[in-house]
Every structure is written in structure tokens, then in C-alpha cells.
């Protein structure tokens, strides 16, 4: 997101979250940068998870790593969720619902099919790939929880053909 990523935290409301991945990064500018993003993000009453290994105290790890906080978890599939599940998470990432930079080359998976990974376990979902406001307005009938996306939260963004200018 580069500078994109400090009016982009502004906009996110109060209670939500942040998943910060950054994996390219060097790991000195990383912890730099994480450290900002924490203290942004606890003035805004943001939660910050952490993915891959970090010796920063964030709100918690999105995937595998080890954590006294919360766990958010990445579901591609039924099975990953059933994974997330038995690891404790807190929520599922369920992606991509649709066409996203982040998937290139991947199809959306579509609302429906992304509800079945999660039916019956009892974790909220978040919605992810190629998500908009205008996209979560036709699927928060579907039981999700919330939306998560990175393209949304950028003043100008490549969108995929099919996809309104929600974000701008």
C-alpha cells in the first residue's frame, strides 16, 4: 500500500481490524513500520493481528504463529477452515469471494460456496477477495461477519473490469 497505508487506516471505523502481512519487507523496516501501524491503530481503537512470525506485541497473529492474543485464520477451503477451527481462531479470512489482485488468476469463489467452508463451526467469517462496500452489501445476507479487503481502502486503485469504483 506504501504511503496509501496511513489515510487508509484512517478510514477504517472504530472496532475494526487490521491484518498486517508485509512480508516483503526487510525485517528492520518491517518492525519500524508495524510498531507505527500499532500505535495508529490503538489511538483508533483498531485491532492489529500479525502474520509470520513477529517479536512485536500486536492484538494477536493471523495464521500459525505463536500468540497469548487473539488468531484469525485463512480459509481457502473447507479444509483449511476445519484447521483454523481446531487451532483456536477467532475468525476466517474466506477468500477470494471474487476476482482480486491479491488471487491473480484465481476465480472468486462466489458468497455462497465461501459460506459452506465455515457452515457449523461457530467462527465469524470475513469476507475477503475483490470486496467493496457495494459487493458487501449483496452478501452480508449470507451470515458473514464482516469484510476485509486492501484494494477498497486505496484512494485510486486497478480494478478488475467488472468492478464499480465503490472505493474512491
Given at each position: 500500500?506504501g504511503?496509501?497505508l496511513w489515510?487508509?487506516?484512517r478510514?477504517?471505523?472504530p472496532?475494526?481490524?487490521?491484518?498486517?502481512?508485509?512480508?516483503?519487507?526487510?525485517?528492520?523496516?518491517?518492525?519500524?513500520?508495524?510498531?507505527?501501524v500499532?500505535?495508529v491503530?490503538?489511538?483508533?481503537?483498531?485491532?492489529?493481528?500479525v502474520?509470520?512470525k513477529?517479536?512485536?506485541?500486536?492484538?494477536g497473529v493471523?495464521?500459525?504463529a505463536r500468540?497469548?492474543?487473539?488468531?484469525?485464520?485463512?480459509a481457502?477451503?473447507?479444509g483449511e477452515a476445519l484447521?483454523g477451527?481446531?487451532?483456536?481462531?477467532a475468525?476466517?479470512?474466506?477468500?477470494?469471494?471474487?476476482p482480486?489482485?491479491?488471487h491473480?488468476?484465481t476465480?472468486?469463489?462466489?458468497?455462497?460456496?465461501?459460506?459452506?467452508?465455515?457452515?457449523?463451526?461457530g467462527?465469524?467469517?470475513?469476507a475477503?477477495?475483490?470486496?467493496t462496500?457495494?459487493?458487501w452489501r449483496?452478501?452480508?445476507?449470507f451470515?458473514?461477519?464482516?469484510w476485509?479487503?486492501?484494494?477498497a481502502w486505496?484512494?485510486?486503485v486497478r480494478?478488475?473490469?467488472?468492478?464499480?469504483?465503490?472505493?474512491?
Amino acid at each position: 500500500m506504501g504511503d496509501a497505508l496511513w489515510p487508509a487506516l484512517r478510514r477504517l471505523p472504530p472496532g475494526s481490524g487490521v491484518v498486517f502481512r508485509h512480508y516483503a519487507t526487510p525485517a528492520r523496516e518491517r518492525r519500524e513500520l508495524l510498531r507505527r501501524v500499532i500505535r495508529v491503530a490503538h489511538a483508533r481503537r483498531l485491532t492489529v493481528v500479525v502474520a509470520g512470525k513477529s517479536t512485536i506485541d500486536a492484538n494477536g497473529v493471523h495464521g500459525r504463529a505463536r500468540t497469548h492474543g487473539i488468531r484469525t485464520w485463512p480459509a481457502h477451503s473447507r479444509g483449511e477452515a476445519l484447521v483454523g477451527k481446531r487451532a483456536g481462531a477467532a475468525a476466517l479470512f474466506v477468500s477470494p469471494i471474487h476476482p482480486s489482485r491479491s488471487h491473480d488468476g484465481t476465480a472468486g469463489i462466489g458468497s455462497a460456496q465461501a459460506m459452506r467452508f465455515g457452515r457449523g463451526l461457530g467462527i465469524p467469517m470475513i469476507a475477503l477477495g475483490g470486496m467493496t462496500d457495494s459487493h458487501w452489501r449483496r452478501i452480508r445476507r449470507f451470515g458473514f461477519h464482516g469484510w476485509a479487503a486492501i484494494d477498497a481502502w486505496l484512494p485510486i486503485v486497478r480494478r478488475h473490469p467488472d468492478e464499480s469504483q465503490d472505493a474512491e
